[in-house]
């Protein structure tokens, strides 16, 4: 029944490695989006796709790269992780003209 | 760019009192404004959506109300209980569409004392 889950729910992982963070939406959606929030727990935008086209990119570094394969799925594949990256990753979808949006729980990543 | 601005940072009230928190943006060209809840350890809960040709939204005990020539919104909060206690985000779409993504403000911690 979950309407938008992203998986895993924590991750701990060293410096240097490439993680993958998992999202899924039931609710037929057409625009899907990444979102992080740092520790002085302030939300920003990272990326946002649409019927599987990358919308937006925000001022993100290049080692992190998003991948849609359909309209329902959105992850994020993190390369070479470095200690700042540690923060909550939100997945989160919307219908078109952004009303419904709809979170996911959230993935908190720490980077040791 | 769009700055949106939450005050206050943070608040602490007794149970069963009214409350009004406020959100600012700096760009008046808004398709809507939306209202999250956020507790603990969990994901957004949309709250309200105000759409930009609308002047308030109620659901509840919750009204929040929009003034886009100044650059405001509240968010009213009526006889206030201890499960209201969450950070409350105010956030306007980055487009017309939305599909660039939501900019927040800080937000605002609630706690309502029992």
């Known amino acids: 029944d979950t309407a938008v889950s992203q998986t895993p729910k924590y991750l701990v992982t060293q410096m240097g490695n490439d993680k993958s963070i998992k999202c899924e939406q039931n609710?037929?959606?057409?625009?899907m989006y990444w979102y992080k929030q740092d520790s002085k727990k302030f939300l920003k935008i990272m990326f946002s796709y649409n019927n599987k086209e990358l919308i937006i990119n925000e001022t993100v570094p290049n080692r992190f790269s998003p991948k849609s394969p359909d309209k329902a799925h959105l992850n994020l594949h993190i390369n070479s992780l470095e200690l700042g990256d540690s923060a909550v990753y939100f997945c989160?979808?919307?219908?078109?003209?952004?009303?419904?949006?709809?979170f996911g729980s959230g993935t908190r990543l720490t980077v040791v | 760019k769009q700055e949106v601005t939450q005050i206050p940072a943070a608040l602490s009230v007794p149970e069963g009192e009214n409350l009004v928190l406020n959100c600012s943006f700096t760009?008046?060209?808004?398709?809507?404004l939306q209202w999250f809840r956020q507790d603990p350890g969990k994901g957004l809960t949309s709250l309200l959506l105000?759409?930009?040709?609308?002047r308030e939204q109620t659901s509840g005990r919750l009204n929040a109300s929009l003034d886009k020539s100044s650059g405001r919104s509240t968010l009213y909060i009526a006889a206030s209980q201890p499960g209201d206690s969450a950070t409350y985000l105010c956030a306007v779409p980055n487009s017309g569409g939305g599909a660039d993504g939501l900019t927040f403000g800080k937000g605002t911690h609630l706690i309502i004392q029992p």
């Open positions: 609710l037929g959606h057409d625009t």
């Open positions: 105000i759409q930009s040709s609308q």
């Open positions: 989160a979808s919307s219908k078109q003209g952004g009303s419904g949006y709809t």
């Open positions: 760009d008046s060209a808004i398709y809507n």
